[in-house]
């Protein structure tokens, strides 16, 4: 059973661009959750998303950022024109249905803005 | 929203040596987790622990619900504890968690 799995895993984009960042939650798990993490900080919480839904997005940024989980395919979290200060490291975690279980986190997508 | 808060923010340890590391918060909670991130940036669910005692090999970790804190314990540290833990706990109907700020910890040969 393959774990939470995030691509790519290093993103490098121009100002103004935009970043695409997926996530393949683990086979059971209907919840998906992503967290940024700047440098030598602690994860903020983004958006949790079940399929086709957005349950949360009291941590998602109002401009630029939206986040999808479709009833096919990855979790994407898009960012659109992409400054400096987003430069950070962005994990997506996944849990099953329920309440219960902790988390499971993917490797991270570190996206850098040159 | 929920407040977490953790210590020691930064410790270095001799190998062999053991630790306790403490988690408190400001509300009661559904769930509290313990991850540690590796130097290479991974998170590794240590335990999932709203209240009671579990233990894993060398780690341990106690959550006293009532009186709003945990702990985790690392017995016999070895250089591959290394790394940032962090505590991270549920408020809220659903499985939203809040992340503590996280303790530091070197562990040196």
């Known amino acids: 059973n393959a774990g939470v799995m995030q691509n790519p895993r290093h993103l490098v984009r121009r100002r103004g661009q935009e970043a695409r960042l997926r996530c393949s939650p683990m086979?059971?798990?209907?919840?998906v959750y992503w967290y940024r993490q700047l440098p030598e900080e602690g994860l903020k919480f983004m958006v949790y998303l079940q399929k086709e839904n957005i349950i949360d997005e009291s941590g998602m940024p109002k401009e630029r950022f939206s986040a999808e989980f479709p009833k096919e395919g990855p979790s994407i979290l898009r960012i659109q024109q992409v400054v400096r200060g987003d430069s950070a490291a962005y994990f997506c975690?996944?849990?099953?249905?329920?309440?219960?279980?902790?988390?499971?986190f993917g490797s991270g997508t570190r996206l850098t803005v040159v | 929203g929920i407040q977490v808060e953790q210590s020691p923010p930064d410790l270095i340890l001799q190998e062999g040596a053991n630790s306790t590391l403490r988690c408190n918060f400001s509300d009661s909670v559904n769930n509290l987790q313990w991850f540690h991130q590796n130097p290479w940036g991974q998170l590794i669910n240590l335990f999932y622990i709203p209240s009671g005692t579990k233990q894993n090999g060398r780690l341990s970790a106690t959550t006293v619900a009532t009186e709003r804190y945990s702990l985790l314990y690392i017995s016999s540290s070895q250089t591959t504890d290394s790394g940032v833990y962090f505590c991270a706990v549920n408020s809220g109907g659903y499985q939203k968690v809040t992340f503590g700020i996280g303790t530091k910890l070197q562990v040196i040969p």
């Open positions: 975690a996944s849990s099953p249905p329920g309440e219960g279980y902790g988390y499971t």
């Open positions: 086979k059971g798990h209907s919840h």
